[in-house]
Every structure is written in structure tokens, then in C-alpha cells.
């Protein structure tokens, strides 16, 4: 089992940038695909950003491409989102997710087997 723990989130203003951190516990890190998701009040959870397990390949939903990077670091259990040139409409809670197959990028949130607790990510027009 991984337990995952998001940090980083905050208030910002339009155009300003965030980094947000998931740190990964349990199992062996580098087993799994991570991915980015988030949830905006009233709206369903949506992928944002995934990355194979060597970091290798990535991939970014269309309303973010551009400007947003995923990252990891293997050898602190870790995956990043960096977050430029942030929207009003990036506002939600971002969620990170771990996923068993670690060596493709899938955008299903049933693909995910674990999850961390959100991190609010509140971007101010």
C-alpha cells in the first residue's frame, strides 16, 4: 500500500505560480505511474497530469498544457506539479493518485488504486 500526503497549495493571484508536492510512503515508489487530478466545487474530479514511473513520458490535459510540469523524484518519493500562469478557473482541490501500472499514463480515475487528501489551490482574478 502507498499513502500520499499533497503540500503546496495556497491562495494566489492570476498569473502567479504554485508548486505542489506529493509525498509518497509504503511501497516502492518508483512501482507506480503518478498522477495529478483535481476537483472544482460542483464538478466532477478531472485528470490533469500523469508520468510513467521513470518520469520518462508524460502527459497533460489540454486545459493546462503549456503551462503546468509534472516531475518526480524517485529517490525522495516524491511527484511535483509545477503551476504557472494560473486561472481563476484552476481553482479546486488537487489531489494526487498513485497507479499500478507504472509504465503507462491512463486518465481514468478508476485506474488510480490510491489517493492523497487534496491540497486547496485557490487562484484569485
Known amino acids: 500500500q502507498v499513502q500520499l500526503v499533497e503540500s503546496g497549495g495556497g491562495l494566489v493571484q492570476a498569473g502567479g505560480s504554485l508548486r505542489l508536492s506529493c509525498a509518497a510512503s509504503?511501497?516502492?515508489?518508483?512501482?507506480?505511474?503518478m498522477g495529478w487530478f483535481r476537483q472544482a466545487p460542483g464538478k466532477e474530479r478531472e485528470f490533469v497530469a500523469g508520468i510513467t514511473w521513470s518520469g520518462g513520458r508524460t502527459y497533460y490535459a489540454d486545459s493546462v498544457k503549456g503551462r503546468f510540469t509534472i516531475s518526480r523524484d524517485n529517490a525522495k518519493n516524491t511527484v511535483y506539479l509545477q503551476m504557472n500562469s494560473l486561472k481563476p478557473e484552476d481553482t479546486a482541490v488537487y489531489y494526487c493518485?498513485?497507479?499500478?501500472?507504472?509504465?503507462?499514463?491512463?486518465?481514468?480515475?478508476?485506474?488510480?488504486?490510491?489517493w492523497g487528501q487534496g491540497t486547496q489551490v485557490t487562484v484569485s482574478s
Open positions: 493518485a498513485a497507479d499500478r501500472n507504472p509504465a503507462w499514463i491512463r486518465i481514468a480515475r478508476d485506474s488510480f488504486a490510491y
Open positions: 509504503g511501497r516502492t515508489f518508483s512501482s507506480y505511474a
